[in-house]
């Protein structure tokens, strides 16, 4: 309908890092756009050569979006682990979940070279809650966070990346790819135990994180991934207006990031029934506060 709000949703942008990942490349996909939401590692502050470029980039990336009339939000992921307070959104009317997707898995990732450390730290903490913690999307998040900033200052003292924390670099090493492979296969199933101990009435979740971008359905849920602009992954954009959310393909024109106007995959959600015992108000006349 003309005049609902839009939102653009973008995943693992890892602004900062060398290469054609820009603010200015980026800026044309929330053209027309009222809200900009990316879904974790936004920026890149866990590899030290790009901590700097990361952090000037946040800057960049609020001044384009201010100029540009678009709100703006970030969802801190394990890449940039507390840039930002906000570590998942729901939308909908709760219906719809946005997290990056680190709090999935208790390494982070089951490559990074710090598995071992993470996977006990986290079984120790979640020995130590309380069921109503364990249940909690707060208490899950806040732990994922925590993992992942330890994980990002495990990286050596002499600034170098010991490069397999990196998916692209986990790639090149056949135990690696056995272990991304199987964490791919494993994310529906991971997302459908988190949602249903923590927020059992959402119906889509909208992730990243992973670098694979798809469409799962999983006991009825929704799971869309929206991929990185890094590699290995094609990025993928959800885009969210009235009580519609689709998902569409992002091409590299040669100079900037293009929104292919043809969804992949659209889900229309009905509007919220009111209470049996209730009676809505008419739409034309304002609720008394």
Known sequence: MPGQARTL???DTHLGRPGRVTVAALRPL???FDHLIIN?????LQMPSCRAAGARAVDTLQDAADRDGVALTLISGNHDAYLSDLRYLYLLEGRVLLTHGDVL????????????????????????ATPTQRGCMDFRHDLSQRLSYRERMGIRADGKDPGLN???NA????????????????????VHRLVEQCAPGVEMVVLGHTHRQGVWNKHGRSILNCGSFDRPGRPRAVVVEGRTVS???????????????????????????PAANTVAAPEHEPIAA
């Open 40 to 44: 974790g590692d936004a920026v890149e």
């Open 166 to 168: 990196k998916l692209h």
């Open 105 to 128: 898995h208790p390494t982070i990732v089951p490559w990074t070279s710090h598995a071992t450390v993470l996977a006990e730290q986290h079984a120790e903490a979640m020995a130590r």
């Open 30 to 32: 929330w053209q027309g």
């Open 9 to 11: 949703i973008l995943s």
């Open 247 to 273: 998902m569409h393909r992002i091409k590299w024109s040669g100079q900037a990031f293009q929104r292919m106007e043809k969804p992949v995959y659209v889900q229309r959600f009905t509007p919220p029934q």
């Open 171 to 190: 790639l090149l090493h056949p135990i690696k790819v056995a272990q991304v492979l199987a964490y791919w296969r494993s994310i529906p199933a991971l």
